[in-house]
């Protein structure tokens, strides 16, 4: 989604997240900068393949 600073487009990823995640399978929302932060930790680790997006997993 792209449009201006407070036009209202994390309020609508998040409803649209909210209506997928009761309905048919679980989401997970997370911004860029911490998504970054957990990539770079887990190759650091060398467990890249199984660490991005794990924490943010709700069920």
Known sequence: M???TGSGKTCMACA???KHASTITPV???RLPD???DLQAARDNGDFLDCPGR???SQ
């Open 28 to 30: 997970w929302y997370v």
């Open 55 to 57: 924490k943010y997993i």
């Open 35 to 37: 998504l970054l932060l």
């Open 2 to 4: 792209t449009g201006a």
């Open 16 to 18: 649209l997240a909210w």
